[in-house]
């Protein structure tokens, strides 16, 4: 009888264990009969699909299962009948309120005493977020996808260009270099902002950076967060602005001076006044002419030029115009401030700021 009692005790006790264990899983563990009715109900159930245990047991599954999937119960139904396990497939499930779930989902028999199967036991485990992430990874490698081609039609481009204007190949590698490079830190802004845009000045402080020269370089202008457009084709702008300052103009003497302004005219206003705005952005710089005029000459018809007067501004959906004189040198862009700045961003109060702060 002690024997009797202290095993009915040692069941009573597993019992309780695994009623614990099921009803503090972070799963949703539910458990039916063979009509597809629903016996027990955990909390991780309540949880995920939003019944109490009150109102679902007793209810029909199919409570759960949208209309276009009701079929798939009928195949595991059968299954469970036959004494298989169905192994975990992924699927969507509604809840009370009529929102979807994606869910994974392992559905086993339930067995009595004399081993016959009675019902099914279901786990169900919350993947909706595992597939956001899957589909935003998705998006991320489609947006990656087209941005690399893009980059390679630009890279063509620049050794096409390039290739045009010089006959001396290391004077060709160079350049090609360069110009990467400074694709590159534009792409490096882009990434760091997970793709959100970047920061004007920080964009024109990123391309100046390594001509040195810092206070010889005055910025002002509202504090903008571009688009991605923007940066690729802005930063190939200030490339070549300061690549050409460096060799010809304020960047190569002390004695020179640029001064970097842009302004976003006041347009109409209203929640469609963005599309309707200009965005005006103006390199002025000034320094000691350079006696050989050939120097000038060569810039005039060089890669840079064909970004700054061609590629630059109708990328932008704008104009520009570039003016040159001895010991001046002039860039105004004009272009739709809906293609400049992402759509979030407004204008800001005007910072006036040197290059280096």
Same mark, same amino acid.
């Given at each position: 009888?002690?024997?009797?009692?202290?095993?009915?005790?040692?069941?009573?006790?597993?019992?309780?264990?695994?009623?614990?264990?099921?009803?503090?899983?972070?799963?949703?563990?539910?458990?039916?009969?063979?009509? !597809?009715?629903?016996?027990?109900?955990?909390?991780?159930?309540?949880?995920?699909?939003?019944?109490?245990?009150?109102?679902?047991?007793?209810?029909?599954?199919?409570?759960?299962?949208?209309?276009?999937?009701?079929?798939?119960?009928?195949?595991?139904?059968?299954?469970?009948?036959?004494?298989?396990?169905?192994?975990?497939?992924?699927?969507?499930?509604?809840?009370?309120?009529?929102?979807?779930?994606?869910? !994974?989902?392992?559905?086993?028999?339930?067995?009595?005493?004399?081993?016959?199967?009675?019902?099914?036991?279901?786990?169900?485990?919350?993947?909706?977020?595992?597939?956001? !992430?899957?589909?935003?990874?998705?998006?991320?490698?489609?947006?990656?996808?087209?941005?690399?081609?893009?980059?390679?039609?630009?890279?063509?481009?620049?050794?096409?260009?390039?290739?045009?204007?010089?006959?001396?190949?290391?004077?060709?590698?160079?350049?090609?270099?360069?110009?990467?490079?400074?694709?590159?830190?534009?792409?490096?802004?882009?990434?760091?902002?997970?793709?959100?845009?970047?920061?004007?000045?920080?964009?024109?402080?990123?391309?100046?950076?390594?001509?040195?020269?810092?206070?010889?370089?005055?910025?002002?202008?509202?504090?903008?967060?571009?688009?991605?457009?923007?940066?690729?084709?802005?930063?190939?702008?200030?490339?070549?602005?300061?690549?050409? !300052?460096?060799?010809?103009?304020?960047?190569?003497?002390?004695?020179?001076?640029?001064?970097?302004?842009?302004?976003?005219?006041?347009?109409?206003?209203?929640?469609?006044?963005?599309?309707?705005?200009?965005?005006?952005?103006?390199?002025?710089?000034?320094?000691?002419?350079?006696?050989?005029?050939?120097?000038?000459?060569?810039?005039?018809?060089?890669?840079?030029?064909?970004?700054?007067?061609?590629?630059?501004?109708?990328?932008?959906?704008?104009?520009?115009?570039?003016?040159?004189?001895?010991?001046?040198?002039?860039?105004?862009?004009?272009?739709?401030?809906?293609?400049?700045?992402?759509?979030?961003?407004?204008?800001?109060?005007?910072?006036?700021?040197?290059?280096?702060?």
């Amino acid at each position: 009888m002690i024997d009797v009692l202290g095993g009915d005790k040692q069941g009573a006790t597993a019992d309780a264990r695994l009623a614990a264990i099921v009803d503090s899983s972070f799963d949703a563990i539910i458990s039916k009969d063979l009509s !597809s009715v629903i016996q027990s109900w955990n909390q991780a159930a309540e949880r995920m699909f939003g019944y109490s245990a009150e109102e679902a047991i007793g209810q029909s599954i199919l409570m759960l299962i949208p209309d276009h999937l009701k079929s798939e119960e009928t195949e595991i139904i059968a299954k469970v009948r036959s004494g298989d396990r169905v192994a975990s497939y992924e699927t969507t499930r509604r809840r009370k309120d009529g929102t979807l779930i994606a869910v !994974s989902l392992t559905v086993s028999p339930i067995r009595n005493s004399h081993g016959e199967i009675i019902g099914a036991s279901k786990i169900a485990r919350d993947i909706s977020t595992a597939k956001e !992430s899957e589909r935003r990874i998705r998006l991320l490698m489609r947006e990656v996808n087209h941005r690399v081609k893009n980059q390679f039609a630009v890279i063509l481009s620049m050794v096409r260009e390039t290739s045009k204007r010089s006959s001396d190949p290391h004077e060709f590698e160079e350049m090609i270099r360069a110009r990467i490079m400074a694709l590159s830190r534009s792409h490096d802004l882009l990434v760091i902002s997970e793709w959100a845009g970047a920061s004007l000045f920080d964009l024109i402080q990123e391309h100046l950076k390594p001509f040195g020269r810092e206070e010889q370089i005055l910025l002002s202008g509202p504090v903008l967060t571009l688009q991605s457009n923007a940066v690729q084709n802005l930063g190939m702008a200030f490339h070549e602005l300061g690549t050409n !300052s460096s060799k010809y103009g304020a960047l190569a003497s002390e004695a020179g001076r640029i001064e970097i302004t842009w302004t976003i005219d006041s347009g109409a206003s209203g929640p469609d006044a963005l599309g309707e705005r200009e965005f005006q952005l103006l390199w002025n710089e000034t320094s000691p002419p350079y006696a050989d005029d050939r120097r000038e000459e060569t810039t005039r018809k060089g890669f840079g030029t064909v970004v700054l007067q061609r590629v630059a501004p109708q990328s932008l959906g704008g104009s520009a115009t570039l003016e040159r004189s001895p010991g001046h040198l002039s860039w105004r862009l004009s272009a739709p401030l809906a293609s400049i700045i992402v759509p979030q961003a407004g204008t800001e109060a005007n910072n006036n700021t040197g290059f280096g702060t």
